[in-house]
């Protein structure tokens, strides 16, 4: 191989050329033979080739690390707006150009302004699942503030972040009603609470701790467990408000019983008007504090036990009261009764102790509740009868007025007595019409009840029979009255014709009024033979005139062995003895 001689310009420097000048002239000194020359610079030849192959390789794998960091740099690009959600990036060109290191330059500062911005998205992540978790673990009562959330890094696009905050809004606005729904459930039990004169926060806080004043709002517990817990204690508590109502509404009852039947002053009335000014509320009209504490029910049940031991021993006198209503009761209804055996009766069994005390005088409200109905069905009737007493009433009255001969003169008052006379003849007429009225409905109302109506002790059937026999036998009494009149004034004429043929002049008036004692006796109806009236006691009496007293009705005779007991045992459950008319 032939060696160029090949010589530097600048004096000094090594080069090639003159150190192979150097190797030939030693070589030429020496005497080297050219084979050994030869040999020598083909090795030089190997070694430089060596080197070269060695230095091309090392830049074939330095350009190769470049083309992978170019390709690591894309691919981390690409990488990166996968997860941010994005499709380029506007500051670097999806088709570069240039050496490589020229695109890893224009690449670097993409890829650094990406990963702060994957930082910041998934700060952004962090936050909005770390209170979607913490809500969660809110509502579910299972928070664990030591467990952060994990952000899935390769998911960190606007989309997936809008879709986070939309759920923790929607989680944010069930807080907020939970919230509401729990401070609505801590109000009522506050108030039911102070109704019931319960301990509000040891109550509440049996539920949960943060129920207690103390602790803010937000750090109210608002899960499921709470709300249900809450819910269940509300309910307990309306429950147990409704009871003690109900409890003291019967004590009340009661108190105001007792005070009536022991006539009880206001002022000591009042002492218990906290508990009787609940007497007809409604559950949720009681709100004022304390108005169903135990202990008060508990002061309710005292006085009504104190006042039932005082019932007990005024027991005679409540009962005689309670008598005395029954017989006035009795009375108003005409039904006679014998008030001395009956209280004789309620002193025995007082006197014996066989019967309780509160068992007597519910027998005894059972029997005025009973008289008060057969009163009711009995008013109707009574109120006809009383008419009929009445008309009969006027039409003694009208009797006495027409058998009056100076009932024309121009006396004092003798005006009204004239229009009470027109008035009297015109409710007489309606007495046969009102009678048979009173008949009938009497006849119904003894079919449905199956008993006699008596009244003051007698049959009102009787008594209206022997009415309407009374008054036929008086009409029977003024026709023949009439009849005998005309007859003595036909005699009376014709011993005028035959004693003095001539007619004669019209007769004064003093003439007629000869025979008017005779006459008006007659014309009444009531002859000594059945001039009888009926009195109360039930036997037939006259006046010394002939008359009879009065035209209201009176027992019949034939009634008056009817005893009182007999006409009121149908309220004790015992037969009534009737006598048919």
Sequence with gaps: MAVADIQNPLQGETTCGTLLQKLQEIWDEVGESDKERDKMLLQIDQEC??????????????????????????????????????????EFPEKASGTIKEQLAAIAPALEQLWKQKEQRVKEFFDVQSEIQKICGEISGSLNLSENPVVDESHLSVEKLDEYHCQLQELQKEKSDRLHK??????????????LGIDFFATVTEVHPSLNDATGVQSKSISNDTLSKLAKMVLALKEDKKQRLHKLQELATQLIDLWNLMDTPSEERSLFDHVTC???????????????????????E??????????????????????????EIFSHAHIEVDPDAARDKIMALIDSGNVEPAELLDDMDDQIAKAKEEVLSRKEILDKVEKWMLACEEESWLEDYNRDDNR?????????????????????????ALVDTLIAKTRAWEEDRGISFIYDGV?????????????????????????????????????????????SPVRPVGTKKA???????????????????????????????????????????????????????????????????
Aim: some cysteine; aromatic content about 4%.
């Design 459 to 503: 049959p009102l059937l009787a008594m209206l029979d022997e009415y309407t026999m009374l008054r036929h036998e008086r009409e029977e009494e003024k026709r023949r009255s009439r009849d005998q009149k005309k007859f003595h004034e036909q005699q009376s004429t014709d011993q005028e014709t035959i004693n003095n043929p001539r007619p």
């Design 408 to 432: 024309y003169n121009a006396s004092r008052g003798a005006h009204l007595n004239l229009k009470r006379a027109e008035k009297a003849r015109i409710l007489v007429n309606k007495i046969p």
């Design 278 to 300: 609940n007497i007809s509320a409604s559950v949720d009209e009681v709100t004022v504090p304390g108005a169903l504490a135990l202990d008060l029910i508990e002061q309710a």
């Design 515 to 581: 025979a008017g004692p005779r006459a008006n006796g007659a014309a009444n109806g009531t002859p000594s033979s059945r001039r009888l009236s009926l009195n109360q006691n039930g036997s037939r009496s006259m006046n010394k005139d002939g008359r009879r007293d009065s035209m209201r009705p009176m027992t019949p005779v034939k009634y008056d062995a009817i005893s009182k007991e007999d006409s009121a045992s149908h309220f004790s459950g015992t037969e009534p003895v009737s006598s048919s008319p």
């Design 182 to 195: 729990v401070l609505e459930f801590v109000s009522t039990v506050h108030d039911l609470c102070a109704v």
């Design 49 to 90: 080739l060596d080197v070269y192959k060695r230095k091309v390789e090392q830049a074939d794998k330095s350009r190769a690390k470049l083309l992978q960091s170019l390709s690591d740099a894309k691919l981390e690009l690409s990488s990166l707006l996968s997860a941010l959600g994005e499709k380029s990036f506007s």
């Design 302 to 327: 005292v006085e009504v036990e104190r006042l039932d031991q005082l019932k007990a021993s005024k027991m005679k006198e409540i009962a005689f009261k309670k008598q005395s209503e029954l017989e």
